[in-house]
């Protein structure tokens, strides 16, 4: 019962993804010879048309991705992958957390070798095409290789005790597993931007008197405690800029990309970080971690009932073995099954951000001039070839930001 609602999904799933990508490719393509009205004389028809084709390149790897996972995700489980694996781990380790351990690295390394085409196709032929990517292949794998030591310092205690309270705190192992990660996500939050990002990036003290005194006045005027406004070399990776802020308490800093620097004037710079003010004022940071705490509760109390169901296991082709602890099976199988019932809210997601997005253009509406965020967007626009036409039911269902026209016309309201 349990496999048929599964393959259901999965196909419903697909079919969605496939039509509403190629609806996203017809709309662009039907609209590349024709830049809107909002933007003529800002946006020339090469970029726009620029932006049409990155667009359907995406678009295009993205698809093929979902395929390729899809078929992944079957091989693991009905095909009985999973099941091997497990039944190997049983083999070579004793030790019920180590055996565990394993398990789960087995399919972290099985999934993400079946990412890594998909990667070093994007950032070596799709981004480096459209001139984005200043990524060189020995920073890439430096990268990789730091990225796999961080997630074996901190995903490896993470995992082993929420296996150990699985094991060993009876029906209440979901309360635990649920601080445990909680109090996780506040410990990567502290050390993001003093221990995580700089292992990754330059961070150095903007130094131009003129935007920091505007930046200064800024915070002032909106009631900001800021303690720290840096530049990060994000050149070093993309020619992709981007501005936010990050950490809490004293370490609360603002951090811009020094592409977005060297594109933007001073009202302009102003303008974009009105806008992620406008995010801290009405607490949306804070609202969405709430909201991801609670969900993740959710996700624990379900995890904690379907891990009790033989049928859990065995509709998902695992057998699971008596006489010792198969919780590493049911955080794998809830994991990878997951995404494929998840995938039915991202329109309520995606609208709830977008909602958010508009309150913070309005709020760097008020506190600056709306010309100087329509010029940044327009400039951020072309410069990262975001579609200016998107297809209004992709965009609704997926996007995390308005459509570029309407963000316009929005703040445009506000400038006369
Ligand atoms: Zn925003």
Redesign the pocket.
Known sequence: MFTSLFIAFLIADIVVRGWMSLRQIRYVKQHRDQVPAEFSGRIGLSSHQRAADYTHAKIQISLLESCVEAVVLVALTLLGGLQMLDVQAGHWISNDIVRQLVLIGMVLLIVSLVGLPFTLWRKFRLEARFGFNRVTPALFWADTVKAVLLLLVLGVPLAALVLWVMGSTGPAWVWWAWLIWVAFNFLVLWLFPTVIAPLFNKFTPLDNPEVTERILALTRRCGFPLHGLFVMDGSKRSAHGNAYFTGFGKARRIVFFDTLLARLNTDEIEAVLA??LG?FKYKHVFKRMAVSFVLALVFFIVLGWLSQKVWFYTELGVVPQLGRPNDALALILFFLAMPIFTFWVTPLAAWLSRR??FA?DNYAARQCSPDALISALVKLYDDNAATLTPDPLHSAYYDS?PPATIRIQNLKKHAS
């Open positions: 806008h992620e995010h958010d997005e913070a930001h």
